[in-house]
């Protein structure tokens, strides 16, 4: 049985949460752009809820990006300080893999494309697929591609479920089916639960950075 407190600041909605023994206790902000203001007020209040001690959190699991520079500068800095004062290791999950997790907690589809908006000319794309207990497990590495190379990852005549913030950019296909969402610690939590490898993923607090991706398929990490 696990405790595990879990942040996810990659969107521009602060979401935590906290699984005591599975048992789900979350708060989710309705204001966009307000983690520094909420993500310690959330925290005490999860812990409140679950009568539990912040000692006896087993580990913290961060959604790492990409995503939101200010937000997971916030959430990395929350998770860095209180795995270093507990003495607990961080378990750091994409957050395209955490809003992927979130679509197939809330929809049926067995495979799922994420395009999120990257800015400056670039888009985020991974590409996942639903296997045991619903768990969301890469199909590609997370990539940033220029918008112009879009059509290169998903055909015009693709039929999996893309869930994007950027529809526009889709325009070309020819029967879309298309979603949009936002990252919910729901699904982080759910992994942090579920994933088979959680041991192997855990890492110290010292290890884990905020990651952005760079123009090709490597990690960029932002010290």
């Not at 209040?45 to 990409?66: C, T, V, Y």
Request: aromatic residues 8%; proline residues 3%.
């Amino acid at each position: 049985m696990t405790n595990i407190l879990a942040i996810e600041t990659s969107s521009v909605y602060c979401s935590i949460g906290l699984a005591k023994n599975k048992e789900i206790f979350i708060e989710h902000s309705e204001e966009e752009n307000t983690h520094g203001k909420n993500i310690f007020s959330f925290i005490e209040n999860l812990l409140k809820k679950s009568q539990l001690e912040k000692e006896e959190i087993d580990f913290i699991a961060l959604s790492i990006g990409p995503g939101s520079f200010t937000g997971l500068r916030v959430g990395c800095s929350v998770a860095q300080g209180l795995a270093f004062g507990l003495q607990k290791k961080i378990l750091p999950l994409s957050s395209l893999m955490v809003l992927a997790q979130t679509v197939f907690l809330e929809h049926k589809a067995k495979e799922l494309f994420i395009v999120k908006e990257a800015h400056m000319n670039d888009l985020y794309v991974g590409k996942f697929i639903r296997k045991n207990n619903d768990v969301a497990l890469p199909l590609i590495s997370d990539v940033a591609i220029k918008k112009t190379e879009l059509s290169d990852f998903i055909s015009l005549d693709n039929k999996e479920l893309i869930c994007s913030d950027c529809h526009d950019f889709l325009d070309y296909l020819i029967k879309p089916s298309l979603l949009e969402t936002n990252n919910h610690v729901k699904g982080l939590l759910h992994l942090a639960c579920y994933l088979d490898d959680v041991d192997t993923r855990l890492k110290n607090p010292e290890e884990v950075y905020p990651a952005y991706l760079s123009g090709t398929d490597q990690w960029k990490r932002v010290k």
